[in-house]
């Protein structure tokens, strides 16, 4: 995986997804592959090995400064819904604002009243706006009216917030609205 050349590297990356003990190999080489086409394997071979510690390298690459590892990491555990299910609920109550806000894009891949509760949980008490702007965005696509409440204490907590409360009002106009 030290190889020059991406070509080699994609087919050791390919090659390490199958063995035990890969995680940590593979863990390695995201933190320094610069190749896109490389890194996506490393995703890809990570959600494939599906253990506990290939999914920790998936959470903490949420949490990294790069960008394309944030990306690469969302888009990956996009493909694995079971794996979201287990982790959404520690990711909507992570200490970092940021994984928070991830957590919301990721609930996007999950549908049902367990979502719209953590969800509704988290604007009933996140203090960051831009959270829970970004899960009033999910609510409205996936909510229903039993999201209202929340909604309209979310309003209450930040009357000074107008980007917020442009977003709670286009919600609850989203989820009043009968549907067809």
Not at 63 to 83: C, F, N, Q, Y
Request: aromatic share 2%; with cysteine; charged share 25%.
């Amino acid at each position: 995986m030290a190889d020059p050349s991406p070509d080699v590297r994609w087919t050791a990356v390919r090659d390490a997804a199958t063995g035990h003990g890969s995680v940590a190999t593979l863990s390695r080489a995201l933190i320094h592959e610069g190749d896109a086409r490389v890194r996506e394997a490393i995703f890809t071979a990570l959600v494939k090995l599906a253990s506990s510690e290939s999914i920790d390298v998936l959470l903490q690459s949420l949490r990294s400064d790069e960008s394309h590892l944030r990306t690469g990491a969302m888009d990956a555990l996009r493909t694995a819904p079971a794996v979201i299910a287990v982790q959404l609920p520690l990711l909507l109550a992570d200490a970092d604002s940021d994984v928070r806000l991830l957590a919301c894009d990721l609930a996007r891949e999950l549908d049902g009243a367990v979502v719209q509760g953590l969800l509704c949980a988290l604007i009933d008490s996140d203090p960051q706006p831009n959270v829970c702007a970004a899960a009033i965005e999910v609510l409205t696509e996936i909510g229903d009216g039993e999201a209202l409440p929340s909604l309209a204490r979310c309003a209450d907590r930040f009357p000074d917030d107008p980007f917020l409360l442009f977003a709670i009002a286009a919600a609850s106009e989203r989820l009043s609205a009968p549907r067809g």
